[in-house]
């Protein structure tokens, strides 16, 4: 949090105008899991074979400077030298956060040691039914909750990510939650997903809209005990607050990989720069953002506006004292026809009971897509 | 004359959005084909499989198209970069010193392997409710090596 709290400051200071928080650093496509609906690793066999060195991956932290480094992939576990890679992060004093599927992490855990700097963040979309389906393989959920309890055991920091796409069962995601709390885990991401091109299934997307209906129903009364590990401003954004009406800040989450620089996002794909100075001066960020590209439209995920949330958080006292009321007082949103009804304030009357809908599933590589069709 | 496409009758012209639809593995361009060659780059450039590369001097190569820049109004000079599939570095290749190109890899993020999928789930969770013997339909990655 001081941490975040100082980077933003000290930009905010010297008015720079785009600045990263969260490298998102890919140092390899390979995945050990296939998930169907995944559109992260579609390459020929012959590059995702292929790793960044560690010496790639320091030189891209280190001319980014963001703070936090989180390592997604593929599958960052099955890189042959990771343990060197988040070393070397540490002795930077990065706080790094390894996204894994946890299948290998009872197996590696030998090759790390607990520090604060080090949180391992593992995908975990749902209870065993959603997420064994969501992945594509029976047991994988069993698997990663003995993987869980193993690092909260050995002293790691431990906090799961879980991408939600349209017809989620509201109720599913708030035992889910429970269950995880229970567990102990530092704290939970949650993202509605983003469907990739390359991902096999094209049939139907996540909308606002629905977005916003759907984490309404999952957030507006928290239960005592969940705990976030993200921006309470970011949540209020999800579930419709009129005040939180983000603009995308793509710069917010460089993405580096294989390929050098992506460009503008973590989620799309419209080229790499050589260096980082090239990504932040040669982009034109004004063509993207959900109101201005096709590309963008039902976009809201945390890599385009969780930085949004944080900027808003340290960069004024009014973003500071609604970041603390929400903190400790409970998200508000802005109600809308489709949850007529609901107290617009956390802690209310319950979950509101919106439409059934017809409910169809897809997965994605660490994200459950539960599709919808009204 | 058109750009080669097996699975196609009439791929239509390079760079056209008809075309942009056909581009798929086998299609292939050549300088005397209809369209740009920068419209094939863009379409390489999204396409998830290994491209064929003809230079107008020396060997051909193939490998993966992971990035391009296309010079505007302003000059500059218009590159492919390629990543072999034989491994080594990647190669960056100007626009100028290319004759033809084709898609001659497996495009990977093809296919209806998600629907395949989806059915095969709902078969084994009927057959599970009527107690029937079910097969394993776990998804693997393929083999690399
Ligand atoms: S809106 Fe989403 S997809 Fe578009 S640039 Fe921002 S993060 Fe990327």
Same mark, same amino acid.
């Given at each position: 949090m001081w941490a975040v709290a100082s980077h933003v400051l000290k930009n905010k200071l010297t008015r720079k105008k785009r600045y990263p928080l969260v490298?998102?650093?890919?140092?390899?496509?390979?995945?050990?899991?296939?998930?169907?609906?995944?559109?992260?690793?579609?390459?020929?066999?012959h590059i995702l074979k292929q790793e960044l060195t560690p010496e790639q991956c320091f030189s891209a932290v280190d001319e980014c400077g963001a703070p936090i480094?989180?390592?997604?992939?593929g599958e960052p576990l099955m890189h042959s030298n990771i343990e060197t890679i988040v070393e070397g992060l540490v002795a930077r004093k990065k706080y790094v956060y390894l996204c894994t599927n946890a299948?290998?992490?009872?197996?590696?855990?030998?090759?790390?040691?607990?520090?604060?700097?080090?949180?391992?963040?593992?995908?975990?979309?749902?209870?065993?039914e959603e997420h064994d389906f969501a992945v594509c393989r029976e047991g994988v959920y069993e698997d990663a909750l003995e993987a869980i309890k193993l690092?909260?055991?050995?002293?790691?920091?431990?906090?799961?990510?879980?991408?939600?796409?349209?017809?989620?069962?509201?109720?599913?995601?708030? #035992?889910? &939650? $429970? /269950?995880?709390? %229970?567990?102990?885990?530092?704290?939970?991401?949650?993202?509605?997903?983003?469907?990739?091109?390359?991902?096999?299934?094209?049939g139907s997307f996540l909308h606002r809209d629905r977005t916003r209906g759907l984490f309404r129903r999952i957030l507006s009364a928290p239960r005592k005990g969940w705990?976030?590990?993200?921006?309470?401003?970011?949540?209020?954004?999800?579930?419709?607050?009129?005040?939180?009406?983000?603009?995308?800040?793509?710069?917010?989450?460089?993405?580096?990989?294989?390929?050098?620089?992506?460009?503008?996002?973590?989620?799309?794909?419209?080229?790499?720069? #050589?260096? &980082? $100075? /090239?990504?932040? %001066?040669?982009?034109?960020?004004?063509?993207?953002?959900?109101?201005?590209?096709?590309?963008?439209r039902d976009c809201m995920v945390h890599s385009g506006y969780e930085a949004t949330a944080v900027d808003q958080t340290f960069g004024s006292l009014r973003g500071f004292l609604a970041t603390v009321r929400a903190t400790f007082l409970g998200y508000r949103w802005t109600e809308d026809r489709e949850d007529e009804g609901s107290s617009g304030e956390a802690g209310g009357a319950g979950i509101v009971e919106l439409p059934a809908v017809e409910r169809t599933q897809v997965a994605t590589c660490g994200s459950v897509r539960t599709e919808t069709k009204a | 004359?058109?750009?080669?496409?097996?699975?196609?009758?009439?791929?239509?012209?390079?760079?056209?959005?008809?075309?942009?639809?056909?581009?798929?593995?086998?299609?292939?361009?050549?300088?005397?084909?209809?369209?740009?060659?920068?419209?094939?780059?863009?379409?390489?450039?999204?396409?998830?499989?290994?491209?064929?590369?003809?230079?107008?001097?020396?060997?051909?190569?193939?490998?993966?198209?992971a990035n391009r820049s296309i010079a505007g109004a302003a000059g500059g000079e218009s590159w492919i970069e390629v990543f072999p599939s034989a491994g080594g570095p990647s190669r960056r290749i100007p626009l100028k010193s290319i004759r033809g190109l084709s898609f001659s890899g497996k495009d990977?993020?093809?296919?209806?392997?998600?629907?395949?999928?989806?059915?095969?789930?709902?078969?084994?969770?009927?057959?599970?409710?009527?107690?029937?013997e079910v097969e394993n339909i776990d998804l693997f990655p393929e083999e690399l090596d």
């Open positions: 490298l998102m650093l890919e140092p390899l496509f390979r995945c050990n899991l296939a998930c169907a609906g995944c559109g992260k690793i579609q390459y020929p066999g480094v989180s390592i997604p992939g299948i290998v992490l009872k197996e590696k855990i030998d090759l790390f040691r607990p520090t604060k700097y080090l949180t391992f963040s593992v995908h975990m979309d749902g209870l065993e690092a909260l055991d050995r002293g790691f920091r431990v906090t799961t990510n879980t991408t939600l796409f349209e017809g989620a069962e509201p109720g599913r995601v708030r #035992e889910f &939650f $429970d /269950e995880m709390t %229970e567990l102990g885990v530092e704290g939970m991401m949650v993202s509605p997903g983003y469907s990739y091109s390359k991902a096999p299934d094209q705990r976030f590990n993200q921006s309470p401003l970011f949540l209020e954004f999800l579930m419709g607050n009129e005040g939180r009406d983000y603009h995308c800040t793509p710069w917010g989450n460089p993405t580096y990989n294989l390929f050098g620089w992506q460009k503008p996002c973590y989620l799309l794909q419209e080229g790499y720069a #050589e260096t &980082f $100075d /090239e990504l932040m %001066e040669a982009t034109d960020w004004e063509q993207y953002g959900h109101e201005r590209n096709d590309k963008c | 004359m058109q750009g080669d496409h097996p699975e196609s009758e009439a791929p239509g012209e390079a760079g056209s959005d008809d075309a942009r639809k056909d581009y798929g593995q086998g299609f292939s361009w050549n300088e005397d084909d209809a369209g740009s060659l920068e419209d094939v780059v863009e379409a390489a450039f999204d396409y998830r499989g290994d491209v064929t590369i003809l230079p107008r001097d020396g060997e051909s190569l193939v490998g993966y198209l990977v993020a093809s296919g209806k392997s998600w629907e395949t999928w989806l059915e095969k789930y709902a078969e084994r969770k009927e057959a599970l409710t009527r107690g029937e």
